[in-house]
C-alpha cells in the first residue's frame, strides 16, 4: 500500500460519517424525556419550577429540529464542525434545564454524561476536550449558582453538601474515564477497520493482476491465428509485388511488423500463462518470488531450504501454493527485514511431514523490546533515533505492513511468531537482529499429491 493511499485513512474525519437524520432521532427522544420529567415533577409531586424557562429551553430544541428536517436532506451526512455545534448545543440546552430545576440536587445531572461520551466517540481530539472541559466547567458553576427546587408549601429541596461534593467528583470523574475510556476503544476499532481496508486491498490489487494474466494469456492464443494470416498474406505479397519495389518494402514492412506483435504476444502468453495455469511451485521458488523485488536493493537475501525429517521421502522441498495472501505477506516480512538489515537477509525453509515453516532473520538492530508484544497490530509506531532518521528519512514505521503480512498468512493458515536473534538463534551471531517465524500445517500449504501418471496439464502451444 502506497504512502498515498494510506493518506486516505489519516485524512478522514472522525465526525463525518453521522447522519443527520441520527441526531435529529436522538433529540426527539431527548425532548420527550425533558418534558415527561417536567411534568411529572409538575403534576405528580407539585414542585415549584421556572416552566416558561424549560418550555423555552425544549422550545429552542424543538424548533431547531424542525428546520433541520425541512431544510436538509435526509442523507446528509454532518461534518465535523455541524457535529460540534449539535453536541455542543445539546450540551448546553440540557445544564440550561438542570440550572433552572435544582443544579447538582437534581439526580438527572448524570445525563452531562451523554453529549461527552458521544463527543468522544464520533469527533475529533480537540473537540472532545472541548465538549469535555465545557462540561466541566457548567458542572462546577452549578454547584454554586441554581434556581432551587421548591415544594408547593415553599420548601426548598436540597441534599447536604456532602452530597453535593460527591455528585460533583462523581460526575467530573465519570466526565474524564468515560470520554477516555470511549475514545481510545474506537480508536482502536477505527484503526482496526482501517489496516483490515487496507489489506483487501492489497490483497484484491494481487488478484486482480493474476486474473489480468489469465486475460492476456487468452488473448495472445486467440490473436496467433490473424497474426498468422496477416504474416503468410504478406510474404505472397512480397512475392507478387517484385516488380514493385516501393509496394514490396510496404509488404516486407507489414510481415516485420506482424513478427513483431507475435514476439510481443509470446511473452505477454509465457507471463499470461503461468499466472494462469501454474496454481503450485516448489517451496523455494515461492520464496524467491516473494523475494525478487529486493534482491537488488543493496541487501544480501540468502535462502536456504532443507529437510527435518528423517523421511527420505521428505528431503526434496514440497510444492507449494502460489496464492497472492501467501506470496504478498512473505514479501511484506522481506521487504520489512530488508528494510532494517545492515547487509544481510536469511530466509530459511525447513518441512517436515506435518509442518512447513519459513523463518526471516537480518543482521539489523532487532525489534524494539517495547514493542515485541504489539508486533503486527496495525499503525504501532515507535519513537525513532537520530540514526534511523539519517539512513531511512522516508520511513513512517507504522507497523501496517505487518499488520498485512499478518493477516494474509494467518489467512492461509499460518502461525507467525516474532522475536529478536538472540531469543531464537543459536547460530551465527551475524543473526542478531529481528525474526519472523511463519509455521504452517503441511496440508495448508502443501496441494495434495496427484496420482501416479496424472499430470497438472500442459499449456496450450502459441505458434506464428
Not at 67 to 92: H, Q, S, T
Not at 116 to 145: C, E, N, W, Y
Amino acid at each position: 500500500m502506497t504512502q498515498a493511499e494510506f493518506g486516505l485513512f489519516q485524512e478522514r474525519q472522525r465526525g463525518s460519517f453521522i447522519r443527520l437524520r441520527t441526531m435529529i432521532w436522538l433529540r426527539w427522544f431527548a425532548i420527550v424525556g425533558q418534558l415527561t420529567a417536567i411534568t411529572l415533577a409538575q403534576r405528580l409531586y407539585n414542585l415549584q419550577l421556572e416552566l416558561g424557562l424549560c418550555y423555552l429551553a425544549i422550545g429552542v430544541s424543538i424548533v431547531g429540529n424542525l428546520i433541520a428536517i425541512f431544510v436538509f436532506p435526509e442523507n446528509k451526512r454532518l461534518n465535523e464542525a455541524e457535529n460540534f455545534l449539535m453536541v455542543l448545543f445539546d450540551l448546553l440546552q440540557l445544564c440550561f434545564l438542570i440550572y433552572l430545576t435544582g443544579g447538582l440536587h437534581n439526580p438527572f445531572t448524570i445525563l452531562i454524561l451523554g453529549p461527552v461520551f458521544v463527543s468522544a466517540t464520533i469527533m475529533s481530539l480537540r473537540s472532545t476536550i472541548i465538549i469535555g472541559a465545557t462540561a466541566l466547567v457548567l458542572v462546577t458553576l452549578m454547584v454554586f449558582f441554581h434556581l432551587p427546587l421548591r415544594t408547593e408549601q415553599g420548601f426548598i429541596m436540597r441534599i447536604a453538601d456532602v452530597f453535593v461534593f460527591g455528585q460533583w467528583t462523581a460526575i467530573t470523574i465519570a466526565i474524564v474515564f468515560l470520554s477516555l475510556y470511549a475514545r481510545q476503544i474506537t480508536d482502536e476499532m477505527n484503526s482496526m477497520n482501517d489496516a483490515v481496508v487496507a489489506t483487501q486491498m492489497a490483497l484484491s490489487r494481487t488478484q486482480m493482476l493474476n486474473n489480468l494474466g489469465g486475460v492476456v494469456a487468452a488473448a495472445a492464443h486467440e490473436l496467433g491465428t490473424p497474426l498468422a494470416t496477416i504474416k503468410l498474406t504478406s510474404a505472397e505479397l512480397m512475392e507478387d509485388l517484385e516488380d514493385r519495389p516501393d509496394l514490396q518494402d510496404d509488404a516486407r514492412l507489414i510481415r516485420e511488423q506482424a513478427d513483431r506483435c507475435r514476439d510481443i504476444l509470446q511473452s505477454m502468453g509465457r507471463a499470461g500463462k503461468e499466472d494462469l495455469h501454474i496454481r503450485s511451485a516448489p517451496l523455494v521458488e515461492v520464496i524467491r518470488e516473494a523475494a525478487e523485488p529486493h534482491l537488488n536493493r543493496g541487501k544480501d537475501v540468502l535462502i536456504d531450504a532443507q529437510s527435518d525429517s528423517d523421511n527420505d521421502e521428505s528431503f526434496d522441498p514440497p510444492l507449494a501454493f502460489r496464492r497472492p495472501e501467501i506470496i504478498h505477506g512473505l514479501r511484506n516480512l522481506i521487504q520489512n527485514a530488508v528494510d532494517f538489515a545492515r547487509s544481510t537477509v536469511w530466509v530459511e525453509a525447513r518441512w517436515t511431514e506435518n509442518t512447513v515453516s519459513i523463518r526471516i532473520m537480518d543482521d539489523g538492530p532487532g525489534y524494539p523490546t517495547n514493542m515485541l508484544g504489539r508486533i503486527g497490530d496495525p499503525f504501532v509506531r515507535n519513537r525513532r533515533s537520530d540514526r534511523d532518521r539519517t539512513t531511512r528519512p522516508e520511513y513512517e514505521g507504522m507497523g501496517l505492513g505487518l499488520f498485512i503480512a499478518k493477516t494474509l498468512l494467518q489467512r492461509s493458515g499460518a502461525e507467525l511468531s516474532f522475536a529478536n536473534g538472540a531469543d531464537r538463534v543459536n547460530g551465527s551471531s551475524k543473526r542478531r537482529g529481528a525474526v519472523v517465524e511463519v509455521v504452517w500445517p503441511r496440508e495448508a500449504i502443501v496441494p495434495p499429491s496427484l496420482p501416479k501418471g496424472e499430470g497438472i496439464g500442459e499449456n496450450p502451444s502459441f505458434e506464428v
